[in-house]
């Protein structure tokens, strides 16, 4: 027999339930293939910061250890750190060994340079996106075609360095050492005597050719950059460290400090990387 939904309503909802069950069912696979995070809502965006790497960058006459305890205040701060050496054999060279560094490591990047190593980051951090801030610590901060003698005369300021160095010959070139007897004062007058003998000992030497070196374009005209003045500095005069930093439109501190004011002023270091990182 055949029934007339028209007189059976039972019959007559049948169909319309089946239908309501597939349109559901439809439903539910659509939802399980739209992307993930998709809903009626738009998602709520929170603050996103992907903190920077921290490259720092040695000067002459030292190696990375002088930045031990700003390393490790970053360190704890959930910054990545790299410390890689410096040749110390010329400032192109050494630039374009820096370069090809950066390029192998991903995401954001702070360059920190002391000394000869901001001649370095200076060069290197030329057209590289991804470097966010340049950090001079008591560095050289070169205008293009300067050279590490040509800084050292401006503002009027001298140097001693020059008067104390002792070059020894090796192949193809000459290095130069600060004389062990004059490196405390000129480098490092606020650490103890003890500390700065095993420094005087270890020293790196860096080729004299690279004092004479004229610099390329630098990257502190398109990267921000921050500079840290030592009042106290034998090594640059802090008259050419001025004058670097406020040519350079650095963000500038200054403090009574020796040259090295990474390994005898680690916090105020620590604050001024922070200060860049957090900036950029």
Same mark, same amino acid.
């Given at each position: /027999? ?6 059976n309503? !039972?019959?007559?909802?049948? %169909?319309?339930?089946? +239908? +309501? ?21 738009? %998602? ?6 992907? #903190? ?13 250890? *002088?930045? !031990? ?8 701060? $959930?910054?990545?750190v ?7 054999? $010329?400032? !192109? ?5 820096? #370069? ?10 702070v ?6 190593? $901001? ?7 030329t ?16 205008d ?12 009027? *300021? ?12 090796? &192949? ?8 062990? !007897? ?9 650490? %103890?005597? *003890?500390?700065?003998?095993? /420094? ?37 005069p802090?008259?050419?460290?001025? &004058? ?6 650095a ?10 004011? /990474? ?5 105020? &270091? ?6 860049? +990182?957090?900036?950029?």
């Amino acid at each position: /027999m055949i029934t007339d939904a028209s007189t059976n309503p !039972a019959a007559g909802r049948r %169909p319309r339930r089946a +239908a +309501a069950t597939v349109l559901v069912a439809l439903l539910i696979v659509l939802l399980t293939l739209l992307p993930s995070g998709v809903s009626g809502a738009a %998602p709520r965006q929170g603050p996103h910061h992907v #903190k920077p790497t921290i490259v720092v960058v040695h000067g002459a006459f030292a190696d990375a250890s *002088g930045f !031990a305890e700003v390393i490790a205040n970053l360190q704890r701060r $959930g910054y990545p750190v790299i410390a890689p050496a410096n040749p110390l054999r $010329g400032v !192109a060279s050494d630039s374009a060994y820096l #370069k090809s560094f950066l390029a192998t490591v991903p995401g954001p990047l702070v360059l920190v340079g002391h000394s000869y190593g $901001g001649a370095v980051i200076t060069n290197a951090a030329t057209g590289d996106a991804d470097v966010k801030a340049l950090v001079y610590i008591a560095a050289y901060a070169l205008d293009q075609g300067e050279s590490i003698a040509a800084a050292n005369g401006l503002g009027g *300021g001298s140097t001693e360095l020059t008067n104390h160095l002792l070059p020894r010959e090796y &192949v193809g070139g000459m290095d130069g050492y600060i004389d062990p !007897a004059s490196f405390r004062d000129i480098f490092a007058a606020d650490l %103890p005597s *003890g500390q700065t003998q095993v /420094m005087a000992a270890s020293q790196r030497p860096a080729s004299l050719a690279a004092l004479e070196e004229p610099s390329g374009v630098p990257a502190w005209r398109t990267i921000p950059s921050w500079y840290l003045v030592a009042s106290d500095d034998h090594a640059i005069p802090p008259a050419a460290e001025r &004058v670097m930093a406020a040519r350079a439109r650095a963000h500038t501190v200054e403090i009574a400090s020796s040259h090295v004011a /990474m390994t005898s002023h680690p916090r105020a &270091v620590t604050r001024l990387i922070l200060t860049a +990182a957090r900036t950029s």
